[in-house]
C-alpha cells in the first residue's frame, strides 16, 4: 500500500474562508501532483512538483496556490473559497520516470456553502 | 496534445459475466498506459500498468494489452465479482513536462449478484 495522506477527509465551510487541504507522504517521492476530481468524475490535474522549492501550475486553471517546502508535504490552499470551489481534490506522488505509476492519497471532499 | 478516450457509462452486469472496458489513446511517442481503480470514498489505486507495446499488464484477474497498432489498452475480466463494482480510469503517463497522467472520463462498472 502507498503512504500518502490527505487530510481532512471532508470538510464543509462558508464562503470567503481560508482552507488548506494537506497532503503528506512518507515514500521519500520527488514528484507530487493535485487533481480536481468533478462531479462527472473527470480528473484534472492542477499544480504539480518535481521537488522541494519546486511548484507549476496544471491544465486547469485554479485560484488554489501550492508549496513545497519539504519533500514529504505539498499542501494546497485557497484564499478565499467560493462555491465553485466544491469539488473533490486528490494528491498524488511518484518517483523515477514516466513508467512509474502515481500513488494518490485518498481526498479530501470540500464543500463551500 | 495527448487524449485518452474510455467506453461510455455506465455499466452493469451480473456477477461471473465477463468484461470488457474499451480504452483509445492519442498520444506522442510511446506513453506507459495504466488503469486505476476508484472505490466508493477513495482516491485512485493502481489496478495494472504496461509500458510498451505488446506488454500485458495483469492482476485480481483482470488484464490489459498494450496495442500500439491499434492506440488501444482495453481491460477484461473473466468473471466479475459485486466487489469489482467501482469506477475504472484508463490512463497514459506523458513523456514529457510533468510527466502527468492523462485520463479518460472514467466507466462506472456496477456487478449484481
Known amino acids: 500500500e502507498a503512504d500518502i495522506y490527505q487530510t481532512p477527509r471532508y470538510l464543509v465551510i462558508g464562503t470567503g474562508k481560508k482552507i488548506t487541504l494537506e497532503c503528506s507522504q512518507t515514500?521519500?517521492?520527488?514528484?507530487m501532483y493535485w487533481y480536481q476530481q468533478d462531479p462527472g468524475m473527470e480528473l484534472h490535474l492542477i499544480h504539480y512538483s518535481y521537488g522541494v522549492n519546486s511548484t507549476e501550475k496544471g491544465d486547469l486553471s485554479s485560484e488554489s496556490t501550492v508549496s513545497r517546502i519539504r519533500t514529504e508535504h505539498f499542501p494546497l490552499t485557497l484564499e478565499s473559497a467560493r462555491p465553485s470551489h466544491t469539488s473533490q481534490y486528490l494528491c498524488?506522488?511518484?518517483?523515477?520516470?514516466?513508467?512509474?505509476?502515481?500513488?494518490f492519497g485518498d481526498g479530501t471532499r470540500l464543500s463551500i456553502l | 496534445g495527448n487524449s485518452v478516450t474510455q467506453m461510455e457509462g455506465p455499466v452493469t452486469l451480473s456477477e461471473e459475466a465477463f468484461l470488457t472496458i474499451n480504452c483509445t489513446y492519442t498520444a506522442t511517442g510511446y506513453p506507459s498506459l495504466f488503469w486505476y481503480v476508484q472505490y466508493p470514498g477513495e482516491g485512485l489505486q493502481l489496478l495494472l500498468k504496461a509500458t510498451k507495446a505488446d506488454d500485458k499488464g495483469s492482476n485480481k484477474g483482470f488484464e490489459a494489452t498494450y496495442r500500439k497498432e491499434t492506440t488501444s489498452f482495453h481491460l477484461e475480466k473473466g468473471s466479475v465479482q459485486v466487489s469489482d463494482s467501482a469506477v475504472y480510469f484508463c490512463a497514459l503517463s506523458e513523456l514529457g513536462g510533468a510527466q502527468k497522467l492523462v485520463f479518460g472520463q472514467g466507466t462506472r462498472l456496477t456487478i449484481n449478484p
Open positions: 498524488a506522488s511518484r518517483t523515477g520516470g514516466a513508467d512509474q505509476p502515481q500513488h
Open positions: 515514500m521519500g517521492h520527488d514528484k
